[in-house]
């Protein structure tokens, strides 16, 4: 049981160009969420999901897309990496019936 | 809108002196709260949660928090911290009435002098 996994781990990217950061689950929780990290901010919330093929925006979702085909996977793209975009990431689920979120270990991009 | 309030940017402490981290939240319906710590260089873990029942709720490490409906908020407390409490704890909302979006306040560094 590996709970939430995130790849890549760390990924620079130059300005304009695109990336996927991928998020699995294996805990057949419903409900998926991106999440960015920066200091002072706290986490904003990108994108999220209540089930396959459902997504929705959260509080900061301009420059970024995601699909929810299955229940385990549920993909960030960035598709014109911008300088404002260098933050960490982080996936997250929750499932009905859990009392916590159970998060990725985080993936550091930086456009330069 | 929606939102989740850490007034408290950062908190500088002397070991053994008493915490207490301020949360607020603006929403409305059935709430679930959560508490978060983030050590330097790792990623998030849960300190302890609401759901129901007694307001007062006890976590890891010696933290505390009590929810106060009335005041929609969520403070989390120490009687004594640590050294090793220096960290930075998030306070998050997830509300059934706003499709489960689960939002995170803007965190709080704390900073305990040894």
């Known amino acids: 049981n590996a709970g939430v996994t995130q790849t890549p781990k760390f990924r620079i990217l130059k300005i304009g160009q695109s990336m996927t950061l991928q998020c699995t689950q294996d805990?057949?929780?419903?409900?998926m969420y991106w999440y960015r990290q920066d200091p002072g901010m706290g986490l904003k919330l990108i994108y999220y999901?209540?089930?396959?093929?459902?997504?929705d925006k959260g509080e900061v979702p301009n420059g970024y897309n995601v699909s929810r085909s299955t229940t385990e996977d549920f993909p960030l793209r960035l598709e014109l990496a911008a300088p404002s975009q260098t933050s960490v990431y982080f996936c997250?689920?929750?499932?009905?019936?859990?009392?916590?979120?159970?998060f990725g270990q985080g993936t550091r991009l930086t456009v330069v | 809108a929606q939102s989740v309030s850490q007034h408290n940017h950062h908190v500088i402490l002397s070991e053994a002196a008493s915490l207490e981290l301020g949360c607020n939240y603006s929403?409305?319906?059935?709430?679930?709260l959560f508490w978060y710590v983030q050590y330097p260089g790792q990623h998030l873990q849960l300190l302890l949660k609401?759901?129901?029942?007694?307001?007062l709720v006890k976590g890891i490490k010696g933290f505390e928090a009590e929810f106060i409906k009335s005041k929609f908020s969520f403070n989390l407390r120490k009687p004594s911290v640590q050294w090793s409490d220096t960290a930075e704890y998030f306070c998050?909302?997830?509300?059934?009435?706003?499709?489960?979006?689960?939002?995170f306040g803007s965190g709080t560094r704390l900073s305990i002098r040894p």
């Open positions: 997250a689920t929750f499932g009905q019936g859990e009392t916590e979120a159970f």
């Open positions: 805990m057949n929780h419903n409900y």
């Open positions: 999901s209540v089930g396959a093929g459902i997504t």
């Open positions: 929403y409305g319906g059935t709430v679930n």
């Open positions: 609401y759901f129901s029942g007694d307001p």
């Open positions: 998050a909302v997830i509300s059934y009435s706003s499709a489960s979006k689960i939002i």
